[in-house]
């Protein structure tokens, strides 16, 4: 049977990323899969688009207009589970792209769900609280048709935190007639958030590390260190990175790049940040330029802020022994061959920042059986997880000769794609 395919027509050519990046991800594991490269197409569209728009009125009066996105990029193994992103950057086709590394990373987990992804395009910093409130309820409003605690369960991602998650279940909530806490995770405690949530992707992040470095040889214990990105997952990562004796010697946030050779004094930084927004101005470490940054000599290298940070030419700069990918799509594939080249071991997004949407599992689970656990039980259960799976796509790598990403990319396809044959196409 002939496969048909289309280049999707609602994107700009002119700008063809991450969704191109993704994509390329794709072709790379299509010879892998054997006959259920046959499915292979079902993996380069979405399955289903939704644009919003997103009125408001805004403090002084006025009615701004915002564009939203939620994009479900396949359902085959269950509801499609994904964050929400508000950012200046936002585009569909960096919504796609997302909700696409979602759908690879709930499979290569083995979490029941698809993946999705949305987002709206705006500086959250812009705003007050009153308006960003306003945005997010008419954005969840707006969504509502197609998201739900058993079709798509959005959770926080850049620009959005637990404040936002507790608006959105609120307004659906309102919505429906009744109190849906699964319809988001990431949400505060006392709306049926989990112990652990808010923690959970950086945790990963380390998880994922100390068991890359367990196979190469490389300590946690003295191991340098360099994040990228100083937010919920950045910071929490370099924050437990510490805990087990690394030394976190440069950070970057949007407004500034610091190092301490000595080591950066991790909980300041968070006492810095939390009071003054950034990095800028913390007194515990130097500031130093872009370019020696991305030269500083370290064991692990963290990028933890947005997608396509690690270009080719930064690849053939990078000084470190294992990149541990907290952000989503930070490594351009032509990167991603240059430090393959370099014999830099790449643990890649849809593994190393998988402990995030792995405990909005168990938030969920929680929340429908209105049953909670202790932070011991979930920390226990998310290194249980993290490991198997680490162990899994590991073993794949050494057996097929594969990187870490593609053999992430096979086991996750695999499972999608079976979901897929076995379901059959309607009609
Ligand atoms: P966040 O908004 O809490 O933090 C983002 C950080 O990146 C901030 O410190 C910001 O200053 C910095 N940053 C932004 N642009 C930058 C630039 N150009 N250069 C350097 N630093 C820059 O967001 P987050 O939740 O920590 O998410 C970070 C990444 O991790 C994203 O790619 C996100 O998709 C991914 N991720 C997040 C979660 C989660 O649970 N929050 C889960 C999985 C993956």
Not at 220 to 235: K, S, T
Not at 264 to 281: F, R
Not at 295 to 311: N, R
């Amino acid at each position: 049977m002939a496969v048909t395919q289309e280049t999707l027509s609602y994107l700009d050519p002119a700008r063809p990323e991450p969704w191109a990046s993704f994509i390329e991800q794709i072709d790379r594991v299509a010879p892998h899969l054997g006959h259920l490269s046959h499915w292979i197409e079902t993996l380069k569209r979405p399955k289903r688009i939704l644009i919003v728009d997103v009125p408001i009125v805004r403090d002084d009066g006025s009615i701004a207009h915002f564009e939203g996105y939620r994009v479900q990029h396949n359902l085959s193994r269950g509801p499609g589970k994904g964050g929400v992103r508000f950012h200046p950057a936002v585009s569909l086709n960096e919504v796609m792209a997302l909700s696409g590394w979602m759908t690879v990373k709930n499979a290569a987990l083995g979490l029941p769900y698809g993946g999705a992804k949305g987002g709206i395009r705006i500086d959250p910093r812009q705003f007050s609280r009153g308006e960003l409130e306003r945005i997010t309820r008419r954005y969840t409003s707006e969504i509502g048709i197609v998201i739900g605690p058993d079709k798509d369960i959005p959770a926080p991602d850049v620009g959005t935190s637990e404040q936002t998650m507790a608006w959105m279940m609120d307004t659906y909530s309102v919505n429906v007639g009744h109190t849906a806490s699964g319809v988001v995770t990431g949400k505060p405690i006392a709306l049926g958030g989990s112990l652990g949530r808010q923690e959970a992707t950086g945790r990963g992040v380390y998880i994922a590390a100390r068991e890359a470095g367990r196979r190469m040889g490389v300590a946690i214990d003295g191991a340098r260190v360099v994040v990228q990105g100083f937010g919920n997952v950045g910071g929490i990562a370099a924050r437990i990175f510490r805990e087990n004796g690394a030394k976190v010697v440069a950070l970057q946030d949007a407004e500034a790049t610091i190092a301490n050779p000595a080591g950066i004094d991790i909980p300041a930084t968070l006492v810095h940040v939390a009071a003054h927004g950034s990095l800028s101005g913390f007194f515990g470490a130097e500031p130093i330029s872009e370019e020696e940054f991305w030269h500083l000599e370290s064991d692990y290298f963290v990028p933890a802020a947005l997608e396509g940070q690690v270009t080719p030419e930064r690849a053939r700069g990078l000084r470190t022994k294992i990149v541990v990918e907290g952000a989503n799509g930070p490594t351009t594939p032509a990167a991603d061959d240059i430090l393959r080249d370099r014999y830099i071991l790449v643990v890649p997004d849809v593994l190393a920042n998988a402990g995030g949407v792995t405990v909005s599992y168990f938030e969920w689970v929680q929340d429908f059986s209105s049953f909670f656990w202790t932070e011991d039980e979930i920390n226990a259960r998310l290194e249980g997880i993290m490991v198997k799976a680490f162990d899994a796509i590991w073993h794949t790598a050494q057996e097929r000769r594969v990187s870490i990403r593609t053999a992430a990319f096979i086991i996750a396809c695999e499972r999608v794609l079976a979901a897929r044959e076995q379901r059959g196409l309607y009609p």
